[in-house]
């Protein structure tokens, strides 16, 4: 953990940096009066408009000439465009943190989108507003942001209830901008009647993969998307108009990261540094109109939201808590000046065992250090194709200092929870992979040079769910050939091989994942675990089948999946005593769960306590009436003896 001395220190070296680097360009529109504090309103509203996954160079705003934004395009009249607005991660959740504490990843510790939480330490901007005597609320869309990834804290009211379980699929961990807008509304209209200083936050994921847009007329489906959000935005930016709230609002319009799109080999985002999911849009609406309509060029990061609000607020020299140390980043209407930008992503390492990437942006130089280095002048080269490194090595090694000073240490960035949830769940929301990879000694892969690998994956994800299962396993065979460290899709392999019949086939491969995930830090198991005991036990392997599931629940004791197949396999072995303490234990700790009495009754029965047994049954049909299987087993008492 970084410090406020550690973080200070940063933040003087940059300053110190940038005095000596050349000015940046000059607005095309001088803005009057920048730095001057809006008058029109003390403690004016502000509003936090977050669209996920969206490009800057897809907006008509950003000169792209294929998309319709026509609510953007009329913010972008009302407000500053900063044409240079870059994320310091391509993942959700650690950008989202990155956007409410004004901390770099390695500050506050968030570096993916599983696994990791907010450490209530870090005081945000929602929490600081709250002092300040702001009342707080939220929408999201996404699973990705809700109540466990910690970003709730310091809000009164946070919209992230998603219901999910697995084999749910992708409508029940993510909602439609509207659906989420509609949230909102309510507490906006309390509010607005309310007449006190507040803050929103409305979190819109189109334009995220799965690209499904709910429009025409477009050959892209991500612009078709990009035109969604902009729907979205424009019913928000209305209602704030009818409530009287727009004119003397501060209204920010952004995005937490691009698309690869596959310019650079990625179609999603997460594994490169790349400009298309680095280059965001940022429009800063300042009350009263101050600079509409104008331009900033010179190069910011998402790190200075915070400050800036508070700047703008008049809060910035008022810290509290326990990070009173100050944020990394800069107030944009200050007089700092620009300093080199960090970008970081450990998605490759933690998901396949690929190397972590580092990236630096200094003025236009884009320096990208992994086992391959490469360094780009975004001036000439906007979409950085031409590698600069081997004829300027010097400035390539300038900058590598600052990948020095930003500190990341892959030692240090384990999950500290990787749930079978959270694997399954993300699994569910479009990515490529959702658990933690195996973390191989020595030099790691260059992501770069395994993009490649993730056509075989997509091929085998989209071949398994449309349910061909042959060709799943032929994809997925590919993939692992290529890249042996990507455990799930050795998962995936297993299972594609268990649907189309081929056990053992399936187990060499779930063995595969396994050993995997032994070599690695992921503290959970990965989900294919039951499915290998179950094969296990069908084969007649049970002592093999309870030694792998017991494997499991020493790493989550907790894991109820693991709980009640290690009774069923206790039962199978006809070691009945222990099963029934088991399944005791399971029934008092979750009275009101069918599955579990249902479970304590069939051990009892077996167990000779017949009387007992049948009246746990019975229960189980109270707690779910029409069970069937303790409908079944009640039936057969009148018969036998045994279940």
């Known amino acids: ?26 607005p095309e529109a001088p803005e009057p009066a920048a730095s001057a504090r809006p008058v029109a309103l003390p403690r004016p509203n502000v509003y936090l408009i977050s669209i996920d996954t969206l490009r800057a160079d897809r907006l008509p705003a950003y000169g792209y000439q294929a998309g319709r934004t026509p609510a953007i395009d ?32 390695t500050e506050h510790r968030v570096h993916d989108n599983a696994g990791f939480r907010l450490d209530p330490e ?28 910690g970003l709730d804290q310091g809000f009164e009211q946070y919209e992230a209830d998603f219901q999910w379980s697995p084999g749910t699929g992708l409508g029940e961990v993510q909602r439609a901008g509207s659906d989420t807008l509609g949230l909102l509304r309510p507490w906006l209209r309390e509010r607005a009647a309310e007449g006190g200083p ?14 499904q847009p709910a429009t025409s007329g477009f050959t892209d489906p991500y612009d078709g998307e990009v035109t969604v959000a902009d729907d979205v935005v424009g019913d928000f930016l209305d209602e704030l108009r009818a409530l009287g709230l727009y004119e003397d609002a501060l209204i920010l319009l952004l995005s937490d990261h691009g698309e690869g799109l596959g310019d650079h080999g990625e179609q999603e985002h997460g594994l490169l540094l790349t400009p298309e999911v680095l280059h965001v849009p940022l429009l800063i609406k300042r009350p009263g109109g101050v600079g509409a309509g104008t331009r900033r060029n010179d190069p910011v990061g998402l790190v200075d939201v915070t400050p800036t609000v508070l700047d703008l607020l008049g809060l910035a020299d008022a810290p509290s808590g326990p990070t009173a140390g100050g944020t990394t980043g800069r ?5 700092e000046p620009p300093g080199p930008l960090i970008a970081e992503t450990v998605y490759p390492r933690l998901h396949f065992g690929w190397s972590e990437l ?40 300038r900058l590598r200092g600052w990948v020095l000073e930003y500190g990341l240490d892959p030692a240090e960035v384990a999950p500290t929870s990787n749930s079978t949830e959270d694997q399954a769940a993300l699994a569910a929301l479009g990515y490529a992979s959702s658990g933690t990879g195996a973390l191989v000694d020595g030099l790691l892969p260059d992501p770069r040079t ?16 449309a349910g061909d299962w042959p060709g799943a396993a032929l994809s997925f065979e590919r993939a692992v050939a290529a890249n042996p460290g990507l455990i799930h899709a050795w998962e995936h392999l297993g299972r594609a091989r268990q649907n189309a019949g081929q056990l053992d086939a399936a187990l060499a491969a779930y063995r ?18 039951p499915p290998a005991a179950m094969i296990l036990l069908r084969a007649r392997r049970g002592n093999e089948a309870l030694a792998l599931v017991r494997e499991g629940l020493a790493a989550t004791p907790g894991d109820r999946r693991l709980r009640d197949l290690e009774i069923r396999i206790l039962l199978t072995l006809d070691q009945i005593e222990p099963a029934l303490r088991l399944a005791g234990a399971l029934a008092a700790e979750k009275p009101r769960d069918p599955a579990a009495s249902y479970q304590h009754g069939v051990a009892l029965l077996l167990a000779g306590e017949r009387e007992r047994g049948e009246a746990e049954l019975r229960r189980t049909l109270s707690l779910q009436p029409g069970h069937p299987a303790a409908q079944a087993d009640l039936a057969r008492l009148t018969t036998s003896d045994r279940p």
């Open 1 to 26: 953990m970084k410090t406020p001395r550690r973080r200070q220190a940063f933040r003087l070296a940059t300053l110190a940096a940038a005095t000596l680097a050349i000015a940046c360009q000059a």
């Open 74 to 105: 009329a913010l972008r009249e009302d407000a500053i465009l900063f044409s240079r607005a870059y994320s310091h991660t391509p993942l959700t959740l650690p950008s989202h943190a990155t956007l409410l504490t004004g901390l770099l990843p």
């Open 122 to 149: 870090f005081e945000t901007l929602p929490e600081r507003l709250r002092e300040a005597g702001y009342r707080t609320g939220a929408a999201v869309s996404s699973y990705v942001l809700g109540h466990q990834g």
């Open 198 to 211: 507040h803050f929103a936050l409305l979190h819109l994921y189109e334009p995220h993969s799965p690209y």
């Open 331 to 335: 107030a944009l209407f200050g007089t």
């Open 358 to 397: 580092v990236s630096v942006l200094d003025d236009s130089m884009l320096y990208v250090h992994g086992p391959t280095p490469e360094l780009f002048d975004l001036a000439d080269d906007p979409t950085a194709r031409t590698n600069l490194l081997d004829s300027r090595r010097r400035e390539a090694h």
């Open 450 to 465: 395994r993009i490649h690998t993730l056509e075989d994956l997509t091929a085998g994800f989209d071949q398994f769910h």
């Open 512 to 529: 595969e994942a396994l050993e995997l995930w032994r070599r690695s830090a992921a503290p959970a198991p990965p989900t294919v675990l």
